[in-house]
């Protein structure tokens, strides 16, 4: 039996429409409604992806900057799509 804990999971309830996400840092963190589609499609993304754990890189680089630059956006629903 394999006792290692994930880096990252994105678990959801459809019938709810609630997200959540794990990090072997934070733990489960409940993630805003508006984002579920969003999360959703990462989900997918990730559980497709040749190399899931690149994207997880990517992205959490994607996110230090923000932060570094004053940008403290963190999700897709701050995202601008337009």
Do not use: C
Not at 9 to 31: L, M, P, V, Y
Not at 57 to 81: C, H, M, R, T, V
């Amino acid at each position: 039996m394999m006792n290692d804990v994930p880096e990252f999971a994105i678990f959801q309830n459809s019938r709810t429409r609630h997200t959540a996400i794990w990090t072997k840092e934070n733990g489960w963190e409940d993630a805003p409604n508006k984002d579920y589609e969003h999360l959703g499609l990462l989900a997918s993304m990730l559980r497709t992806a040749p190399d899931p754990n690149k994207i997880l890189i990517l992205l959490a680089k994607q996110i230090k900057e923000n932060k570094e630059n004053n940008n403290d956006s963190f999700g897709p629903s701050d995202w601008d799509l337009a």
